[in-house]
């Protein structure tokens, strides 16, 4: 199958196809039923980075097992075991395909799991626990990071102290100012993180699907009812009233594993990957020097692409006079941009935004609190900032391709080229999912671009007159 980032598609192809090789790509060179059977295999095996590439959210699949009556345990809580040792073992295996497993404070609490893939060797999936109040116990076996690392994410300030007794036993713990799944998947998207398996209880289960953040159901139904009145069941509220508003599964899978039957479905359909490219006209009125009909297409995204230096997630610093006309460094374009949305509010809480995007150790981690207080806090944000943040942007980028040679270079390189920012999921600056975004950095980049081409023009011509 054909790469899923849009501007690195065909480069493996061509590259094959050079050295003399035969490549067919599926559903293009090949047609039939049978083709596109194994091109959907094909898409089902990366569907992680497919999602990856199209959101700010990791691939996560919600995984279950319950009665026949919809129960998850017993009204005791007991849950040991619901589904046969043949289902476990094919949990093991989601484990070990996974970057990591979430559950919440209840299932610490009251089940102490080790969450490992127990497969004998190979990869260990991380270990996450939400947990807002951080009301968990000192002792459990999460907290034995002889195998594997934990993660606890909590809410800003809870229980400091067993924070620390958390520190002394080697795991790790992130805050955040409002705990929400679709926060916490951005957070650790922006950690690398592919695929995440949720085996938690109902209420964390129900926050999820509520947030967007679930893709994928794996549910393990086992030939037995419980019963009881306050049994817990997989999913807890979704505030639905009516039938008509139940979450309807797409591509729906039906195995029996032992006595158990396995049902699995996609909640989202699998995102089609294609970024915007502006029209001739369009593209002409921003840099003469495309030519309609004869234009290549630079595509540019991530900062380890060819290009990827056009990003203004690229980790080069640099210089920007403040309100008082003096000159501060920022260590990426992301960093100044995202600062600038709370800059002249006159609110100490709108400072401290600003000095902790300055501090932080990424232009991810700058682009998570500015877009997170954005959310969370709009008062912070500047009044004039959606009139201002192209310029805001411009800016910054003209900045670094001017104090940067070799991007200055790299930039003058393109002339002739249209620049798409492939992100498929930012419909402002990028191209966006569906080829619907404004591309608004690459029209940035673009305009930049002639500028520079016009200083080096006039430069020439007054050499020539000079001599």
Not at 374 to 389: F, N
Not at 400 to 416: E, R, V
Request: charged content about 20%.
């Amino acid at each position: 199958m054909r790469h899923p980032l849009q501007h690195l598609r065909g480069n493996a192809i061509r590259a094959l196809r050079s050295q003399g090789l035969q490549v067919d790509v599926l559903g293009e060179d090949m047609q039939s039923k049978l083709v596109e059977e194994a091109r959907k295999a094909c898409l089902l095996v990366n569907l992680p980075f497919v999602h990856r590439a199209a959101s700010r959210v990791p691939f996560s699949v919600l995984k279950y097992a319950m009665t026949l009556d919809g129960k998850i345990a017993a009204s005791s809580g007991h849950a040991a075991w619901i589904s046969s040792k043949l289902s476990r073992n094919r949990v093991f295996e989601l484990r070990g395909r996974s970057d990591a497993i979430i559950v919440g404070g209840n299932t610490v609490r009251r089940d102490n799991p080790r969450l490992t893939a127990r497969h004998g060797g190979g990869h260990m999936p991380i270990r996450i626990v939400l947990s807002q109040s951080l009301d968990l116990p000192e002792e459990a076996n999460l907290w034995d990071l002889s195998d594997v690392s934990t993660v606890v994410v909590t809410q800003r300030g809870a229980r400091r102290s067993f924070q620390r007794y958390l520190a002394s036993k080697g795991v790790e713990v992130v805050e955040f100012d409002i705990l929400n799944p679709r926060d916490v998947m951005e957070y650790f998207h922006d950690r690398g993180y592919l695929s995440i398996l949720w085996e938690c209880g109902g209420t964390l289960a129900a926050s999820a699907i509520s947030s967007g953040v679930i893709h994928k159901v794996f549910a393990f139904v086992a030939p037995k009812i419980i019963g009881g009145k306050n049994a817990p069941s997989p999913v807890g509220e979704l505030g639905m009233v009516e039938m008509s508003q139940a979450l309807d599964l797409i591509d729906v899978c039906f195995e029996q594993i032992g006595p158990d039957m396995l049902i699995s479905g996609f909640l989202q359909p699998i995102p089609d990957l294609t970024p915007t490219i502006p029209s001739e006209d369009e593209t002409f009125a921003i840099d003469p020097t495309v030519a309609p009909f004869e234009t290549s297409i630079i595509f540019f995204y991530k900062t380890w692409d060819l290009y990827g230096a056009f990003s203004n997630f690229s980790p080069h610093p640099i210089q920007m006079p403040d309100e008082d006309g003096n000159y501060v460094t920022w260590f990426s374009v992301e960093h100044y941009y995202q600062a600038n949305k709370f800059i002249g509010v006159s609110n100490p809480l709108a400072q401290d935004c600003i000095d902790k995007i300055k501090s932080a150790k990424s232009p991810e981690e700058a682009a998570r609190m500015g877009r997170l207080t954005q959310r969370r806090q709009p008062h912070l944000v500047r009044s004039d900032w959606e009139s201002v943040k192209i310029d805001v942007m411009y800016r910054a980028l003209k900045c670094k391709f001017s104090i940067y040679p070799h991007l200055n270079s790299m930039l003058l390189s393109t002339a002739g080229s249209v620049l798409v920012e492939a992100s498929p999921h930012d419909l402002f600056w990028g191209g966006g999912r569906d080829g619907e975004g404004l591309n608004y950095l690459g029209r940035l980049l673009m305009k930049l671009r002639s500028e520079f081409l016009g200083e080096s023009s006039a430069a020439s011509e007054n050499t020539c007159i000079a001599l």
